[in-house]
T-cell receptor
């Protein structure tokens, strides 16, 4: 089954404690992206990757890191989480032309205390 | 002005009604347009792409008006299962940069 697998589904942590949210897709997609969704603000892009070892900033990259060492995986790293990073996070992938359907993971609800 | 604007609703409609949402975009060079559906706190899923000539998929019709820079989604014969948030998505300049609207909430009632 074609899917984007994102883990964990829920995460509660404390300020400053490094964390990683994993994302993996099994569709051989070149394009992968991370979004955060906050009430009244919609989905905002954090980082995206056009292919292995190619990453770029989205609209709200501050406080986040990503890596794309393999085509299927695109982890989101918060080196020192802060309360303003409490949000619902989605990973997505597509074949990569910009007009392709985006496949989303099931989301990670992160709370930073 | 926001790049993509939607009326947040909620739109409360009776089952069987016809309902329409609009979405305006600010970048006249925008090249592609989509409607996604999102159920509460779940992942967005593509409902339909929006083509210049307009397109239909069952009870759903999407239209693009480039002159006035808006897209619309029409849902006929609303079902309870249509209750969700509908996200307008615009590709403002080609490539893979998509801009999401904040969504319009639809509640279909008995």
């Amino acid at each position: 089954e074609a899917q984007v697998t994102q883990n964990p589904r829920y995460l509660i942590t404390v300020t400053g404690k490094k964390l990683t949210v994993t994302c993996s897709q099994n569709m051989n997609h070149e394009y992968m992206s991370w979004y955060r969704q906050d009430p009244g603000l919609g989905l905002r892009q954090i980082y995206y990757s056009m292919n292995v070892e190619v990453t770029d900033k989205g609209d709200v990259p501050e406080g986040y890191k990503v890596s794309r060492k393999e085509k299927r995986n695109f982890p989101l790293i918060l080196e020192s989480p802060s309360p303003n990073q409490t949000s619902l996070y989605f990973c997505a992938s597509s074949a990569g032309t910009g007009n392709e359907k985006l496949f989303f993971g099931s989301g990670t609800q992160l709370s930073v205390l | 002005r926001k790049e993509v604007e939607q009326d947040p609703g909620p739109f409360n409609v009776p089952e069987g009604a016809t309902v329409a949402f609009n979405c305006t975009y600010s970048n006249s060079a925008s090249q592609s347009f989509f409607w996604y559906r999102q159920d509460c706190r779940k992942e967005p899923k593509l409902l339909m792409s929006v083509y210049s000539s307009g397109n239909e998929d069952g009870r759903f019709t999407a239209q693009l008006n480039r002159a006035s820079q808006y897209i619309s989604l029409l849902i006929r014969d609303s079902k309870l299962s249509d209750s969700a948030t509908y996200l307008c998505v615009v590709n403002p300049g080609g490539g893979n940069k998509l801009t999401f609207g904040t969504g319009t909430q639809l509640k279909v009632e008995l």
